[in-house]
């Protein structure tokens, strides 16, 4: 083994997470004789670990939605309002101007999430990933926490609800470029869209858990609602810092070695096809390194890509821009689905709140059958172009008559999940991985979370907007938001007509070929 190697084996497993050196030693005293597959539990831990994350992001950024109903209140002109009581709403949200105040709170989170979004792709490709991500759930639970503790301390400034936003979106952009580069480092491009597709449930779950805990808790005292999402996810980011493990080749993993070693003599192309980290194969008989060589140059030493040159992978601007209209409906519903469903029906906040975690059920599934077209077709572009087709007459009839009944409400909430969320979440996962470890970066690690950054920071901005102008234009009758959000799915659709167009002739040409 050279020197080179040593050094670099060593470097990794002093990296080794101190949680997973413990259970090892436990393993070894206690159980000497089991034999475990450490790939396999490596890439498990890996798969739990990040959905659990994520899941917790979501589940900390929902409260929010759902504490509205209760911060601004209708109140007749006969009744004394009271910054101290919970009859009108909770100042400063208990005057007439609530709708433009709870449009400025999502607009300081979304919007530092946005900005900061982009830097924090940049820091992920540098920095162990273990640490970004439990730093960043710790303090994200410390700023939802103090959201809450405001009715605690009975603090009623807008300048503090504001700044605990902000700096909640800048910790909140530590998880989408931290899980999505672990999730790239230990799976392959095998199934790679059903895969993503099963994971990027986190984030319709944790939507959902966060609704259900922020409705349990917003009638009697509104402030546990963001104090217990707040405790949870610190104490899940603690966590990850026990047992999180930021590579394969920390622990003498190679998650691509065995693909590679069932064909033999194994030859260039073979090793450029496969992951992102220094490749070592094994000859079936025995357990020593016959072949190791890296992508382009070790891991350690290859060069972080910039956003420049990020921009200029084909098919990066026509995701991004097409995420930032899917991201721009997908978040308007996010934050005012409870509102809406609670001013167009006689339902109160708590079961407004709960009826609308099935938009989230409907979304688990789009991801889902979103990422097995994909896999299947290779043409990731028309299916986003077909579901967002789709999205556009769906939206209007839910606005036209989903108030008519509660079964109604329930068929087209689901559905409407299901095509507005199954092209979100296949552009910021499985094509934002795939982007990542494009042909033309000849075959750099360092793109990954860069990219991601770039897709997902893109969308973010189209998040921002989407609650704001809902805050806006809401005002002037709902059936308004929804024109708007129509409007941007067509957009999104416009957007990756030339991929699609490429995609086809693809297909074409490969059946003629065949023929």
């Known amino acids: 083994m050279s020197p080179h190697r040593t050094r670099r084996m060593s470097h990794s497993y002093n990296d080794i997470p101190v949680g997973v050196s413990i259970v090892r030693k436990l393993a070894r005293s206690c159980c000497p004789q089991l034999r475990w597959k450490k790939e396999t539990i490596f890439k498990a831990s890996t798969f739990v670990l990040t959905y659990l994350a994520y899941t917790c992001y979501h589940m900390s950024r929902k409260p929010i939605s759902v504490v509205k109903s209760v911060l601004h209140t209708n109140c007749s002109d006969s009744v004394v309002h009271n910054a ?82 902000v700096c909640a979106g800048i910790t909140q952009t530590t998880g989408w470029p931290g899980v999505v580069a672990l999730i790239g480092r230990w799976f392959g491009k095998s199934k790679r869209g059903l895969i993503f597709g099963i994971w990027n449930s986190h984030t319709s779950i944790g939507n959902i858990l966060g609704t259900l805990i922020a409705a349990q808790y917003v009638e009697k005292d509104w402030a546990l609602s963001f104090i217990v999402p707040g405790c949870i996810i610190a104490v899940v980011g603690f966590v990850l810092f026990l ?27 073979d090793i450029e096809d496969n992951g992102y980290d220094s490749e070592v194969i094994f000859r079936p008989s025995e357990r020593t390194p016959i072949l190791e060589r890296s992508t382009s140059s070790n891991a350690h030493g290859e060069r972080p890509i910039s956003l420049k040159d990020a921009l200029f992978i084909p098919g990066v601007i026509e995701f991004s821009l097409c995420l930032f ?30 009826l609308s975690i099935l938009f989230d059920v409907g979304g688990i599934f789009g991801a889902i059958v979103a990422g097995m077209i994909s896999d299947m077709s290779g043409m990731s572009a028309t299916t986003c172009t077909v579901m967002l087709f789709l999205a556009s007459p769906v ?11 509660v079964f109604v409400s329930i068929f087209l909430l689901i559905v409407a999940g299901f095509l507005v969320n199954g092209p979100y979440a296949l552009i910021t996962t499985s094509v934002s991985a795939e982007l990542g470890q494009h042909s033309s970066l000849e075959g750099n690690a360092k793109a ?15 998040a921002a907007v989407g609650p704001l102008m809902a805050g806006m234009i809401s005002s002037a009758g709902w059936e308004n938001v929804f024109y708007m959000l129509i409007i941007s799915d067509f957009i999104a659709m416009l957007l990756l007509v030339r991929l699609v167009k490429k995609e086809c002739t693809r297909v074409v040409r490969s059946r003629i070929r065949i023929e």
């Open 84 to 165: 101290s009581s919970n009859d009108c709403g909770y100042a400063p949200f208990d005057d007439s101007n609530a709708p433009a105040l709870f449009a400025a709170l999502d607009s300081a989170f979304l919007f530092a999430y946005a900005a900061a979004m982009f830097v924090s792709g940049f820091v992920a490709e540098r920095v162990s990933l273990r640490y970004f991500l439990a730093f960043g759930m710790i303090f994200s639970g410390v700023f939802s926490y103090l959201f809450g503790m405001a009715k605690t301390w009975s603090i009623h400034t807008m300048p503090y609800f504001i700044f605990v936003q």
């Open 243 to 269: 047992f999180l493990v930021d590579s394969p080749e920390m622990v003498g993993c190679n998650p691509q070695a065995p693909a590679v070693a069932e064909r033999s003599p194994p030859n260039d192309s």
């Open 325 to 354: 209209f899917a991201k721009l409906v997908s978040y308007t519903f996010l934050y005012w689905l409870p509102l809406y469903i609670q001013s167009s029906s006689t339902l109160g906040p708590a079961l407004s709140a709960d």
């Open 395 to 405: 939206l209007l009839i839910y606005q036209e008559y989903g108030a008519t009944s």
């Open 448 to 462: 990954l979370a860069t990219v991601t950054a770039i897709i997902d920071g893109t969308g973010s901005i189209g």
